[in-house]
């Protein structure tokens, strides 16, 4: 039995709200009863989220349709090659183009082999799967986001893992190799700052019992309209990177090269997901202040809006009418997060925020 066929009658429910906020530069979409990972609106206006790991959520993603949140795919994964069938673990990571929805599965709940997992929508199959195994990902890796490269066939992952061996991953979805690349590299390893949110100080316990508090890698990554450059930077850091795609993608390029054409693009706060927009308007969450910023095409950054709402606002997407979606899942409240102590309680927000200028729907 399929997914859909399994779980019709039990689908997650949420409370729906529109939510006008006068000068904000944002409105709630919905209110949720599970907290959201990553979002994506693909170019026919479909949302697909994933519904993040720590929260132990029933389904790893789901699609917001008819003001309801249902299980996505609606149908049972089926390798093409072996027929057998393939088990999404932990998605994180989740991007769509050319009508396939891409998943980055860290699987994290099961401790299996991080995957790259494509959907084609258009004929309701499995496109591609990739592993990604050691040495690409090493045990501490904690695949995260992602940018999709339509032009080269390319995606480039960011992997904080365990903060002196964060790297990038580039994937060529031709050969359905992947290479580790940057590792180490200080546009990708975290600055030596603590993220303190309402004066509460983001904090893991380790196996001992310990609090400490996380300095955690790369994690925001995008790519331009024009898939010329490709931004980065780390988690907890207060800069911004981008490096030419082709070089990301250039496999015979020397490791010291590569890391030398890195450049330093402006100033960013402590940040999770980012999106672009056409007119190269770089968008991202500022954790510490509820807030969401924007680093403008001259460099600078300012902020859009600031609410208590807007309690550690994740992934950005932007949709085909060129709307700039994005969810809040208060991740520092989570008790990955809080020294073991869950504090975030339903609602959970998707919102739509008043960008700039019209973005690539996906991205």
Partial sequence: MNILGKFTAILLLFAFEVSANAGSNFDIIAKLNSGPGNVTVMDN????MSMHPFYQPKYTVVEY?????VPFPNKELVDADSKSQLKLDSVLGIRSANG??????????SGVTPKLVGWDTKT?????????????TPKDTFVNDFAVDTRRNHIFISDPAG????ALIVVNLNTGTARRVLEGHASVIP????????KVPVQIKDKSGKLNRPHIGVNPITEDLNNEWVYFGAMYGHSLYRIKADDLADEKLAAKDLANRVQRYGDKPISDGITIDKDNNIYLGELAENAIGV????????RLAESADLSWVDSFSFGPAGQLVAVVNRLHQSATLNGGVLKAKPPFYLIQVKSLAAGLAGR
């Fill in 45 to 48: 206006g479909r949302i697909i």
């Fill in 65 to 69: 349709k008819d003001k309801m949140l």
């Fill in 100 to 109: 396939i929805v891409w998943m980055l599965d860290i699987g994290m709940r």
């Fill in 124 to 136: 309701d199959k499995l496109h591609q799967v990739i592993n990604l195994p050691t040495p690409i």
């Fill in 163 to 166: 903060g002196v061996n964060a």
């Fill in 191 to 198: 600055e030596n700052v603590d993220l303190i949110i309402d």
């Fill in 295 to 302: 680093i403008s095409s001259d460099r600078k950054y300012r």
